[in-house]
């Protein structure tokens, strides 16, 4: 059997982050970073467990990576995340000067690469990212659609503020 593609086997463990959110019961996406075939920044989303609004997987991990290279910096960096980033995510790429990113299922609704905005490739900024989008596409987005799925089955709390 021939070996997988390297986009596939480093999205892989992308989903691995995923699931680690998922085990938290935040929404199911992860993100690493990755320079010189060397994971440098591993992240998942913690916006409820950090009650933090951006504390989304990409944001997450490109703190990670930044501390670990010590730079706010990344331009060897690509960063596999399993759904089109937002356009705060996006953005925080540009600012890192991240080179590539890959990303497994689209967000039809909030996705900033190429579904709803094109900012990785805006010709308005400074930086642009080349992209790739996609990879195992089917399991990032199942992960995403059954949790969505089982949130909208959950009886819902009564507000106490009500």
């Not at 480093?10 to 935040?26: K, N, P, S, Y």
């Not at 997987?57 to 960063?79: Q, S």
Request: some cysteine; hydrophobic content about 45%; overall charge negative.
């Amino acid at each position: 059997m021939p070996d997988k593609p390297i986009d596939t086997v480093w999205m892989e463990l992308a989903l691995d982050e995923a699931g680690d959110a998922l085990a938290l019961d935040e929404v199911p996406v992860g993100a690493i970073v990755v320079i010189e075939e060397k994971i440098v920044g591993r992240g998942f989303n913690r916006n409820i467990t950090d009650q933090d609004p951006t504390a989304h997987a990409e944001i997450v991990a490109l703190r990670d990576a930044a501390r670990m290279m010590r730079n706010h910096r990344l331009p060897a960096a690509t960063m596999y995340v399993t759904v089109e980033p937002c356009v705060m995510c996006a953005g925080a790429m540009i600012q890192a000067r991240i080179a590539r990113l890959v990303y497994g299922a689209a967000d039809p609704k909030a996705g900033a690469v190429d579904s709803v905005f094109q900012l990785c490739n805006e010709p308005a900024l400074n930086h642009r990212i080349e992209t790739r989008s996609g990879v195992l596409e089917e399991k990032c987005r199942e992960m995403l659609v059954s949790f969505l799925r089982k949130k909208r089955e959950e009886p819902r709390e009564a507000d106490p503020d009500s």
